[in-house]
C-alpha cells in the first residue's frame, strides 16, 4: 500500500461521492417549482453558470484544499510535511481536461434533469408561484453537486500517483499554501481526532 494512502482526509473527500446523487435530486426538486418564466435555454444556462462556473474555476487555478471539511479548513501551519506533500500532488497531478470533461458531464446532466422536471413537479418543495427561487434553490445544489464530483476526481487521480512520485515531491511551503489553494471555512488547528492524524502520520512515517 502506498503510504499516503492512509491519509484519512482523502479518503473522506473520495466518499464525498455518495453525496452527488442525493444533491442531484434536489437540483430535479428545484427545477420542479413552477413553470419557466425565462426562456428554457436561459435558465438552464443560470443554474448551469451557478453551479459549474465557481467550482470549475477553482479546480483550474486554486484547487480545494483537502484539509477541509464543511465549514473549516486545517490552518496551513498546522499540516505535516507529507500532507503539504500530497498537496504538491494535488496540484501537480490533477488534469484539466478532465477536470473540463467533468463539467461538460455535467451540463448534460443539468439537460436530462431540466427536461424530467415535470415529472416530480407534484411533490416540489415550494408552490407555482416561487419559480425564482426554486431556480436559485436548484443552483445552489448543482454548486454542491459539481463540488462532490469535482474533489472526489482529484482524490481519485492523487490516489494514482505511484510511491516514488510521490517521495520526489518536495512539500508546500506555508505561504504556497494561501496562494496556491482555495481555504473554505474557518482556519482551525485541528479538525479529525488526534488518534486518527497520529496513527495516519505514523503510517506514513513507517513507510
Known amino acids: 500500500m502506498r503510504s499516503f494512502w492512509s491519509e484519512p482526509f482523502l479518503w473522506i473527500h473520495l466518499t464525498g461521492l455518495a453525496a452527488l446523487p442525493l444533491a442531484l435530486e434536489v437540483v430535479w426538486l428545484g427545477l420542479a417549482v413552477g413553470n419557466p418564466l425565462l426562456p428554457v435555454w436561459l435558465e438552464v ?15 483550474l487555478t486554486r484547487p480545494f484544499d483537502i484539509f477541509s471539511l464543511l465549514f473549516v479548513a486545517l490552518k496551513p501551519e498546522q499540516l505535516t510535511p507529507s500532507q503539504r506533500k500530497l498537496l504538491r500532488v494535488f496540484k501537480n497531478r490533477t488534469n ?52 462532490f464530483l469535482q474533489v472526489p476526481l482529484s482524490v481519485a487521480q492523487v490516489l494514482m500517483t505511484s510511491e516514488s512520485e510521490f517521495l520526489a515531491m518536495e512539500p508546500y511551503s506555508v505561504e504556497e499554501i494561501r496562494q496556491a489553494f482555495t481555504l473554505p471555512g474557518l482556519p482551525v488547528n485541528q479538525i ?10 505514523l503510517s506514513s512515517e513507517g513507510h
Not at 444556462?45 to 479546480?59: F, N, T, Y
Not at 481536461?97 to 427536461?115: D, E, F, N, R, S
Open 192 to 201: 479529525l481526532p488526534v488518534a486518527v492524524t497520529q496513527d495516519s502520520d
Open 45 to 59: 444556462l443560470l443554474v448551469a453558470a451557478l453551479g459549474i462556473a465557481p467550482v470549475l474555476w477553482m479546480q
Open 96 to 147: 484539466p481536461v478532465l477536470t473540463i470533461t467533468a463539467a461538460v458531464v455535467m451540463l448534460w446532466v443539468l439537460w436530462q434533469i431540466y427536461k424530467a422536471a415535470p415529472i416530480v413537479a407534484a411533490v416540489a418543495p415550494l408552490g407555482s408561484s416561487w419559480r425564482i427561487v426554486g431556480l436559485l434553490l436548484a443552483g445552489l445544489a448543482f454548486l454542491g453537486s459539481n463540488l
